[in-house]
């Protein structure tokens, strides 16, 4: 297959797999039963939601014509991943800070093949105490070129989905699963998030946040280490050592659906019940 034609079927297999569709045609195995957190889950918010964050909004671009997504429907099964088990988070050092893991990737780093690519390592930026942490799949090209995460147009939707909480983007801290740009956009591979995931997860280790949300599949299973499509268990609280979890479309991926912005915002205001925010008054 060319390269071209693979870039496009990896475009529909990510878009297959953000509708939830990813089990039907990649995993048939049955999956594991649910284990969503009991406990410690933040109130209902008794206001109706909102649609849209008026933030989130007034980014949007024009409606695409994609399709909408598939309401998840309560006759269907959620199955979502353990969360228990071998434990990411023991890549914990005792110690440990960010500016070790940052040290100890180097300025050079050559262990996975997407450095062949890279213009610069894209560690993650923000309040090194944050007790919110988003994570994302992967640098594109204007982080890649400017060697912050999610500076680009997707960036621009994250910063105002931020400030939208009430926070502002030095608030929290921001960073990705691998820390180099897969070439063409294109998702990490396996062996890839092997390679680099121990950062992410060091990193984790030392901000020990309140909230951790991951944006997008990639994230969210490289987090939770399954292989379910994120629709499965979008906006569920998971107990990860300590941390809430959640996860929510990737920024990305709304400015391609601008739909799924009213179901990423309800994500948010999970997010402000648990740490006591207010929307950002206008
Ligand atoms: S993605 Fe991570 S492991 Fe791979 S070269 Fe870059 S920093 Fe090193």
Redesign the pocket.
């Known amino acids: 297959m060319d390269q071209n034609k693979f870039t496009r079927a990896e475009a529909w297999l990510r878009y297959a797999d953000d509708l939830g569709l990813g089990p039907y045609y990649r995993d048939r195995a049955a999956p594991q039963p649910a284990e969503r957190l009991s406990s410690g889950a933040p109130p209902e918010i008794s206001a109706p939601a909102p649609t849209s964050s008026p933030a989130v909004a007034a980014a949007a671009p024009p409606r695409s014509s994609a399709p909408p997504l598939a309401p998840k429907s309560a006759a269907v099964p959620v199955f979502v991943p353990p969360t228990t088990g071998a434990s990411l988070f023991e890549e914990h050092i005792e110690g440990d800070t960010l500016d070790r893991i940052r040290t100890d990737?180097g300025p050079n780093?050559?262990?996975?093949k997407?450095?062949k690519a890279?213009t610069n390592?894209v560690f993650g930026v923000g309040n090194p105490k944050a007790q919110l942490v988003f994570v994302g799949e992967g640098p594109g090209r204007d982080e890649d070129e400017q060697g912050e995460p999610f500076v680009g147009r997707a960036g621009k939707l994250l910063t105002q989905m931020i400030e939208a909480m009430g926070l502002r983007r030095s608030d929290v801290y921001i960073c990705n699963v691998?820390?180099?740009r897969p070439p063409e956009n294109r998702l990490p591979e396996k062996d890839?998030i092997a390679?680099?995931s121990p950062?992410l997860f060091r990193q984790l280790g030392v901000i020990r946040p309140k909230v951790i949300c991951c944006l997008g599949s990639c994230s969210a299973q490289t987090m939770l280490n399954t292989n379910q499509g994120i629709s499965r268990f979008r906006g569920e609280w998971f107990d990860y050592r300590g941390s809430k979890l959640i996860a929510t479309y990737h920024p990305a991926y709304l400015l391609r659906n601008p739909p799924a912005k009213s179901e990423v915002w309800k994500d948010l205001q999970k997010i402000m019940a648990v740490l006591g925010l207010e929307p950002k008054k206008r």
């Open positions: 990737i780093c050559t262990r996975c997407l450095h890279r390592i691998v820390k180099c890839e390679t680099c950062f």
